[in-house]
T-cell receptor, first 112, second 113 residues
Framework: GENVEQHPSTLSVQEGDSAVIKCTYS??????FPWYKQELGKRPQLIID?????GEKKDQRIAVTLNKTAKHFSLHITETQPEDSAVYFC???????????FGTGTLLAVQP | NAGVTQTPKFQVLKTGQSMTLQCAQD?????MSWYRQDPGMGLRLIHY???????DQGEVPNGYNVSRSTTEDFPLRLLSAAPSQTSVYFC????????????FGNGTRLTVT
């Protein structure tokens, strides 16, 4: 089955800097790659997703890139703000069902 | 729209007790799933369903049962609770059963002593 690895597990940046989180997946049939943000004590919420027919997608300060050949995808946050501090999860799914498999998460701390 | 509703929010069980975590969605979503979240381990899929009457196992199904008698409800049953099942449980749904964003409930924090 699918296996998703996520790095780093923790990331500390200064306000205004960029943050990059990387994930790799094992199943070449995977074709959907969402990213979720989880604030402390809250539920995960979708922030951006990408499908395998697209190499890059942007939404304001957030972008995701996908390299299907290398089986990895990344989340880029520019001009970080303290409210970006949270745990971020990548996930992958493909094939016949929406069986999303998650990475282990990255705790992002944005220092003011 | 309430979205995905989970009850209870908190629960403490003794080893060997049984209970059911409730999950209901009012968005007419086909796909529903249960995850558990443990520190350092992310979200792990327990069971999922692509429609009423259809369920399947995820990554960590042992010790849990599910059923899907209606589109709206997807309860998770712990038949004999163990301390290893201490976790935060999230129910999630999506409008299609492939390549579609998940909408999560607020979670149930379960402690087994």
């Amino acid at each position: 089955g699918e296996n998703v690895e996520q790095h780093p597990s923790t990331l500390s940046v200064q306000e205004g800097d960029s943050a990059v989180i990387k994930c790799t997946y094992s199943d070449s049939a995977s074709n959907y790659f969402p990213w979720y943000k989880q604030e402390l004590g809250k539920r995960p919420q979708l922030i951006i997703d990408i499908r395998s027919n697209v190499g890059e997608k942007k939404d304001q300060r957030i972008a995701v890139t996908l390299n299907k050949t290398a089986k990895h995808f990344s989340l880029h946050i520019t001009e970080t703000q303290p409210e970006d501090s949270a745990v971020y999860f990548c996930a992958a799914s493909g094939g016949a069902t929406n069986k999303l498999i998650f990475g282990t998460g990255t705790l992002l701390a944005v220092q003011p | 729209n309430a979205g995905v509703t989970q009850t209870p929010k908190f629960q403490v069980l003794k080893t060997g007790q049984s209970m059911t975590l409730q999950c209901a969605q009012d968005m007419n979503h086909e796909y529903m799933s249960w995850y558990r979240q443990d520190p350092g381990m992310g979200l792990r899929l327990i069971h999922y369903s692509v429609g009423a009457g259809i369920t399947d196992q995820g990554e960590v199904p042992n010790g849990y049962n599910v059923s899907r008698s209606t589109t709206e409800d997807f309860p998770l049953r712990l038949l004999s609770a163990a301390p290893s099942q201490t976790s935060v449980y999230f129910c999630a749904s999506s409008d299609r059963w492939t390549n579609s964003p998940l909408h999560f409930g607020n979670g149930t924090r379960l402690t087994v002593t």
